[in-house]
């Protein structure tokens, strides 16, 4: 992300908290996930940048910082000399069109991140790294093409007995609509080339043309190829005269470049990974890794937040009891423990009484519960007025005279004021209860906040540091 992705100015604060909540799961991806699984090789398949050919050579460089920050291997404490390898995409340098006109963002990529065109060899497999960007072109041969096609003439007629593995920003031809597999989540893209003016080649394309990658196969007999550029999952098999074949799209790892489902690639490539196999291919196995969904997980908090800005404005002042039907359940919950506590007081009154034996004329036996004497119980209705006592039998309560519905009050009602002043309004009411629900709900996430901004905030910085 830089400030040709979303068109906003490079001092916008938003496009500065994109940058640092895009670089930031990046490098947690990249210091938690991948360099955990103890890489001997790592490779880039290109697009580094966003918009990297169109940056002034200010911006590129602190593009460039914040990659090497997300991709550092300063944590890596075990190897932390893992061998790095890196694929030009289009988004780094341009395609063919762009470097006759601008030839310096060649100059500036190879400066960092070294040639477009090489092979290294690990675990016994040639890996083919080729400037795709640079193979298809117009009539007029510029000099990065020729470059380009002399380095694969040469690796043609090399050595065969190793597997190759070639790797290209831009995927290989495919017809459209052709199936990409189950791990795609984004429409199939089909080829688009756009030319650019005077002949001076390739401003866009979203494949190679069937020519070259008919030529590409038939030089290089690649076992595997991987490719990029498309930001999505895309398997396809190529059919050639020394046999099938495939080819792996890999995703993005960025969750911000129109794939939900960011992804990487872990490959094994050795001679006996498959014992008693004569199938070159068989040397490379790949097992494509899928990172967690960060739209969903933001998407998550969202939700939370609004959950809980509803509970702080709707959540009663008085308690669960103001809620509706709540103080009948309250009730309810009473009786039923008052009914189970006193069926339990009655069956231990009966456990711990002192009982009898007696013997009836036949000579049986017969267990009989003693009396117990109790006191007399004093009713809690009995009041003392003077010297004697009065008592308020239930009986009694049947005579007692109703109150006359003339001096009923209703209690929910307000009486006028005795100074004959008026009552207040019930709109002005109204509106002192809202700005004192508002009050408490800003008084609450204040406090909220106050407990969770610093946590969350030592978090973040935790894993964007470096230690």
């Not at 762009?98 to 497999?125: A, C, M």
């Not at 290989?172 to 650019?196: F, K």
């Not at 036996?365 to 809690?380: E, Q």
Request: with cysteine; hydrophobic share 35%; net charge neutral.
């Amino acid at each position: 992300m830089d400030s040709t992705s979303l068109g906003l100015p490079a001092s916008s604060v938003a496009l500065q908290a994109i940058e640092l909540f895009t670089d930031l799961n990046m490098r947690r991806s990249f210091q938690s996930v991948i360099l955990p699984s103890k890489p001997d090789v790592i490779l880039f398949l290109g697009d580094h940048f966003d918009g990297g050919p169109y940056l002034s050579d200010e911006e590129w460089q602190e593009s460039l910082f914040r990659f090497k920050h997300i991709f550092s291997m300063s944590e890596q404490r075990t190897n932390p000399h893992v061998p790095i390898y890196y694929l030009s995409g289009n988004h780094d340098i341009g395609y063919s069109g762009f470097h006759s006109i601008h030839p310096k963002v060649i100059s500036r990529y190879e400066k960092e991140f070294g040639p477009r065109n090489y092979h290294f060899l690990s675990g016994e497999v040639d890996f083919v790294v080729v400037d795709a960007q640079t193979l298809d072109g117009g009539a007029k041969q510029s000099k990065e093409r020729a470059s380009t096609w002399e380095f694969i003439k040469t690796l043609s007629s090399g050595n065969e007995s190793n597997p190759k593995v070639l790797l290209t920003h831009i995927p290989l031809y495919r017809p459209d609509n052709t199936p990409c597999g189950p791990h795609r989540s984004s429409p199939v893209i089909n080829q688009r080339i756009y030319n650019a003016a005077m002949d001076q080649g390739i401003r866009y394309q979203n494949y190679l043309s069937k020519e070259t990658s008919d030529l590409l196969l038939r030089l290089l007999k690649p076992t595997l190829v991987l490719s990029g550029h498309d930001h999505d999952q895309c398997t396809v098999v190529h059919s050639t005269t020394f046999g099938p074949v495939t080819e792996h799209t890999l995703g993005t790892i960025s969750w911000q470049q129109g794939n939900l489902y960011p992804s990487f690639m872990l490959m094994s490539a050795g001679p006996k990974l498959i014992p008693n196999s004569t199938d070159s291919s068989h040397g490379v196995l790949t097992n494509l890794c899928f990172l967690p969904k960060q739209t969903h997980i933001y998407i998550w908090y969202i939700f939370q937040f609004l959950i809980t800005i509803l509970l702080l404005v709707f959540w009663p002042t008085n308690g669960l009891s103001s809620l509706p039907y709540m103080n009948k359940l309250v009730s309810f919950m009473r009786y039923v423990g008052a009914e189970l506590f006193s069926r339990t007081k009655e069956k231990d009154d009966e456990e711990d009484g002192e009982y009898e034996m007696v013997f009836d004329a036949e000579g049986s036996m017969h267990l009989v519960k003693k009396a117990v004497a109790r006191p007399p119980r004093t009713n809690s209705d009995s009041r003392t007025v003077g010297r004697g006592n009065i008592v308020a039998r239930p009986t009694a309560r049947k005579h007692q005279t109703e109150p006359d519905s003339s001096v009923l009050v209703e209690m929910g009602s307000e009486t006028p004021p005795e100074d004959g002043g008026k009552l207040p309004r019930p709109s002005k009411w109204n509106i002192r209860k809202v700005l004192q629900r508002l009050f408490r709900v800003v008084q609450s996430i204040v406090v909220i906040a106050a407990l969770n901004v610093p946590l969350y905030m030592m978090l973040l910085f935790k894993d964007w540091i470096d230690r």
